[in-house]
């Protein structure tokens, strides 16, 4: 049974996933009232949408240093004070720079979110329940998301031109999570690893393991120092973690290449090229949000019982129809946009349940205690890199070659994703941190 103070801490830390997915999706629903309001040709609103995956980028990037020198719990302290600074700025900009820097800023809090959290949560979690934990980061992502298009939807619906309220209510969830962060404690593994604090470290284990926290302690201290007999220290790029390092990259570029950020940021603007009109479109792209949720809570009941390794495989193969479905309905040109739109909740559900649940729990197992933070910056970074891409190219490219091609691509994207899943990834569930990194490191 995993102890109450351990999922309250858990939940605390989801909230940066929260931020982050309200920060992500929340300019879905300004985007078009920002270009209008500073006439921003197509390239200037490209930029304008992507400029906070730049920052989110660089954010994850660098993610690792802060997490390793400052600490897990401070570092998301400054990033709750980032999403602060960021959401009240941007909702009353009037200069389009002064918006594109905060937009910027908001973004460098998301990217070391997405690295700082998951690591975190891993780290104070126990084996058996470690997968329903870190995947609680992603619900938290799919309910800010969820949480951000219905705010859209009502601030639209009641409200003229009112894009600056959408972006300013972020405010609200920064403050209390910045509230919130004081009642956690710093990750066990940090302390003995960074600061050599043993015993703190071990009041904290005892906490999450009050039978087992003295072999906890000693599995700790055996990989540390088996990492520094090695010669390979705090170096990623040793050939010691040449396969954890591939699983990363390959894991993180092809959750992009599914075409999720294109979806999320572009939503209505797809549902309406589907032949909807505008309020069905917003109203749709809740619904968006609402089936991501859902699915990504009935993830949470199968991640530590079938793996991570069967939840792949499934949404694989639903990804793969989904997106051929919706390739094909822009192919034969259909007119209803109402069948466009049911494809694409069903792409949102396999994404959900596989991708969307996987991605943040297994880049934070399977590296070693002493490199996790900087292999969680490399996942994290090589999918923040990916959705830069493919935000900025999304309206240039569907313009150009057609959304059948567009979402074909996609589609061929998973077939090589079902591959690697099937002949490469292995299965983390109900394995010690310590396990996975004996395992992987000896591959």
Do not use: C
Not at 81 to 99: E, K, R
Not at 227 to 233: D, R
Not at 406 to 412: D, I, P, R, Y
């Amino acid at each position: 049974m995993i102890q109450r103070k351990v999922i309250m801490w858990s939940v605390i830390m989801a909230l940066g996933g929260f931020l982050f997915g309200f920060d992500t999706a929340v300019i879905s629903g300004a985007e078009q009232a920002i270009q209008k309001y500073w006439s921003l040709s197509p390239a200037q609103h490209g930029l304008t949408i992507s400029i906070a995956l730049i920052g989110t980028v660089i954010g994850a990037l660098f993610g690792s240093m802060p997490a390793d020198s400052l600490g897990r719990k401070k570092s998301l302290v400054i990033i709750a004070f980032i999403f602060l600074f960021a959401s009240l700025g941007t909702s009353l900009a009037t200069n389009w720079y002064v918006f594109m820097l905060l937009r910027f800023i908001g973004g460098l809090g998301v990217g070391a979110s997405s690295v700082i959290a998951p690591i975190y949560i891993s780290e104070i979690s126990p084996a058996r329940g470690r997968g329903r934990l870190v995947i609680l980061f992603q619900f938290n992502i799919v309910f800010g998301i969820l949480i951000s298009y219905l705010s859209n939807y009502l601030v639209g619906l009641f409200f003229n031109d009112a894009w600056r309220l959408m972006l300013g209510i972020m405010a609200v969830p920064s403050l209390i999570f910045l509230i919130l962060l004081k009642f956690v404690p710093e990750s066990p593994r940090w302390l003995i690893l960074k600061k050599d604090q043993t015993e703190e470290a071990k009041q904290t284990l005892a906490i999450i393991n009050p039978e087992g926290f003295e072999d906890d302690f000693k599995n700790i201290i055996n990989s540390r120092d088996e990492e520094l007999k090695t010669e390979s220290g705090d170096s990623l790029f040793s050939g010691r973690y040449k396969f954890p390092v591939m699983l990363a990259i390959l894991f993180a570029f092809f959750n992009q290449v599914s075409g999720i950020n294109a979806i999320i940021y572009y939503a209505p603007r797809i549902f309406e090229m589907a032949g909807l009109g505008a309020n069905a479109s917003r109203l749709s792209t809740t619904g968006v949000g609402l089936v991501n949720l859902i699915f990504t809570m009935i993830a949470i009941g199968f991640i530590d019982k079938i793996g991570r390794k069967q939840l792949m495989l499934i949404g694989s193969v639903g990804l793969i129809l989904t997106l051929g479905l919706v390739s094909w309905s822009f192919y034969e040109k259909i007119p209803n946009g109402n069948l466009v739109t049911i494809y694409l909740m069903a792409y949102i559900a396999f994404f959900a349940f596989s991708q969307g649940a996987v991605i943040w729990v297994f880049i934070s197992e399977i590296f070693p205690n002493q490199v996790r933070a900087k292999g969680q910056t490399l996942g994290s970074g090589t999918h923040w890199v990916m959705a830069a891409i493919i935000a900025f190219s999304f309206p240039y490219i569907t313009v150009k070659i057609g959304g059948g091609n567009t979402f074909a691509f996609f589609t061929a994207m998973m077939v090589l994703q079902l591959i690697f899943v099937w002949r490469v990834m292995p299965e983390t569930k109900g394995k010690s941190l310590e396990q996975i990194e004996h395992t992987l490191t000896m591959h």
